[in-house]
């Protein structure tokens, strides 16, 4: 018999959201929790190559990361589509343990650079360490928030995030600060959630639910207004599936519970949580 958990709602305060991920996402760093990035509390199936596999990326890709180095966190493959050239300099917003980074690493040579940027201090131990045992001296890891980027203006020539932006609750500011960073006619390709549809309460509230991904994710067009809004063009939709219909995602039993007494169905939420890949420009001066 399993014993329902107390229900943790999201809190009010944006700044106690964001410790409640870091916290989360530490625990994942240490191997205290699953890496899947789902809300099931450590009762995700698929193992992170299995799970990386599952979202887009190829098993050469894989193959060439350090042991240890893919936690299975994403919900995309967005590097190929970045399409970087030797010699640029690339961006990864919440590089957890360094995966895209270090594909990046290894398009750009070594004669270009690859900044990652993470609020989280196990994460970047963890990350530092995998980029060292890949021998990629052209990478950086930086501690920072990505509504504020410690990067300079203007100095990046591409722009990566993969499941994290649906995390940060002020996703505007994030938009605003990758358009600053990021040279003219730079681009971005980002993998994350967004919703079709407003979540039944019991899933909007629930802070399992927001650091799994989903509660936490924006409405299609708030979100891609957010976009055009931080001066962005030529947006591209390179993907977008059900997110919750993805290879072993599964809510935690005590938060199935919860959902099964507040009468929502699994088809009541089909496919409202979208997993996507976009591409978009930031146009010349």
């Not at 980074?101 to 750009?108: C, F, S």
């Not at 040579?109 to 001296?137: C, E, F, H, Y």
């Not at 100095?155 to 940060?168: H, K, R």
């Amino acid at each position: 018999m399993v014993t329902e958990r107390e229900p943790q709602t999201i809190p009010d305060d944006p700044e106690r959201i964001v410790k409640k991920v870091q916290e989360r996402y530490g625990r994942i760093a240490e191997g205290v929790e699953s890496g899947c990035c789902g809300p099931g509390a450590g009762t995700c199936s698929p193992a992170p190559g299995d799970a990386a596999l599952a979202v887009g990326y190829k098993p050469q890709e894989l193959a060439v990361l350090p042991e240890g180095a893919n936690l299975g966190l994403g919900c995309g493959a967005p590097i190929e589509a970045l399409e970087l050239q030797a010699g640029e300099t690339a961006l990864d917003l919440g590089s957890g343990a360094g995966v895209d980074v270090l594909l990046a690493a290894r398009r750009v040579g070594p004669t270009g650079r690859v900044i990652g940027v993470d609020m989280t201090p196990s994460m970047l131990d963890k990350a530092r360490a995998n980029a060292a045992a890949a021998g990629a001296t052209q990478v950086e890891f930086r501690a920072g928030r990505l509504e504020a980027l410690p990067v300079e203006d203007a100095s990046v020539d591409a722009v990566t995030s993969n499941c994290v932006i649906n995390l940060v609750p002020d996703k505007e500011k994030v938009f605003r600060e990758i358009a600053r960073v990021l040279r003219p006619r730079g681009r971005v390709v980002i993998s994350d959630i967004v919703l079709n549809g407003k979540l039944p309460e019991v899933l909007e509230k629930d802070l399992l639910a927001y650091v799994g991904c989903v509660a936490g994710a924006a409405l299609r067009e708030t979100y891609f207004g957010q976009v055009r809004a931080a001066g962005f063009s030529n947006i591209e939709i390179l993907k977008d599936v059900d997110y919750l219909a993805g290879a072993g995602y599964t809510f935690s039993d005590d938060l199935r519970q919860r959902m099964a007494r507040a009468g929502v169905r699994d088809e009541d939420i089909a496919g409202r949580v979208r997993s996507i890949t976009f591409r978009a420009v930031k146009p010349a001066i």
